[in-house]
């Protein structure tokens, strides 16, 4: 896939540093700001594919800004600008070293949980009698360690997090409120559009001067899993797969072909045809989260244009 991004490699003025993660690269400006660049890479199961998808950068960091604007009167976060549509720019924060998942269903990784018989996902009780994509009675966070250098996130409790001082406690009473707020939020955007925002995560970051800020992205198909609201009740009363609008049919995909990301498993081949389809449904759920019509960018030459567009930022914000 030529059009498309799956690595970059920039030198722009007053650069410390680049990180580069499974999805998205990371450059540090003068310690100050960050400039993050949503690849075309796909991730599932926390291994990155050996093919991209087409404008699914654009798709991931459109619909991020677009959730960050509607959630910044709740919860403050790190956006500055969007100097390009695979470009997002915003305040240098430390990241918490977790993931504050939250569901609102027994669907995804809590189903898979469920159905081997674990009543306790991250010290959180699951009722019994549960069917998969069922709502649970309320919300329940279960956070997530962030991996480095590609290893598998880790499920912990609140309990462990705080004992092993990966976050204070006074830190993580403030995540937990943040991470419920921007849920109620989302789901009432998502309803908007007739859809359920059944699972999320949301990554935290703390300034140099203490301020707790949200990060990375939100509400987007790699970050979380959307129902349709119509026909969700009749499908479950008859044990119907819901309709669903997220990476989970990717997983789906992946698992029917032998794969889940484990020791000597092998990546199967993704087809031109198959990899066009996942395209497609990542512009689906942008038009229906958004309510915008998808404009694809100019892919012509997507680095220079990028290149171009970030340091036309710079050079204003620097002048």
């Not at 959307?226 to 990717?250: P, T």
């Not at 244009?305 to 620097?318: G, P, Q, T, W």
Request: aromatic share 10%; proline share 4%.
């Amino acid at each position: 896939m030529s059009n498309t991004i799956n690595d970059t490699a920039f030198n722009f003025p007053k650069q410390k540093s680049v990180y580069k993660g499974k999805v998205r690269e990371v450059y540090n400006i003068n310690d100050e700001i960050l400039v993050m660049i949503a690849t075309d890479r796909l991730s599932a199961f926390d291994v990155v594919m050996p093919k991209q998808i087409p404008f699914k950068g654009q798709i991931l960091n459109q619909i991020a800004f677009k959730m960050m604007d509607a959630t910044k009167d709740i919860v403050p976060n790190w956006i500055i600008a969007l100097p390009d549509p695979n470009v997002a720019v915003g305040h240098l924060c430390e990241p918490f070293k977790v993931e504050m998942v939250i569901r609102g269903y027994m669907s995804g990784h809590a189903a898979r949980e469920y159905k081997a018989g674990k009543r306790i996902l991250c010290g959180v009780p699951m009722p019994e009698g549960m069917n998969e994509n069922d709502k649970f009675p309320e919300p329940i966070i279960t956070p997530a360690t962030k991996a480095m250098d590609g290893d598998h996130d880790e499920d912990i409790s609140k309990e462990d997090l705080i004992a092993r001082g990966i976050v204070s406690k006074e830190d993580y009473e403030v995540l937990e409120k943040y991470t419920k707020a921007l849920f109620q939020r989302g789901t009432e955007i998502a309803a908007e559009r007739g859809l359920i925002l059944v699972d999320t995560k949301y990554e935290f970051g703390k300034t140099k001067d203490g301020k707790i800020l949200l990060i990375d992205e939100i509400h987007t198909p790699d970050s979380s899993r959307y129902f349709y609201a119509e026909g969700y009740e009749e499908r479950q009363s008859r044990g119907e797969a819901q309709k669903q609008l997220s990476k989970e049919f990717v997983r789906q995909w992946l698992i029917a072909n032998n794969f889940q990301g484990l020791e000597g498993q092998t990546v199967p081949v993704m087809s031109d045809e198959k990899i066009n389809e996942i395209s497609d449904r990542y512009i689906e759920l942008y038009e229906n989260i958004t309510g915008e019509t998808f404009v694809k960018s100019d892919v012509s030459n997507i680095l220079g244009r990028i290149e171009k567009n970030v340091l036309a930022f710079l050079n204003s914000y620097y002048k």
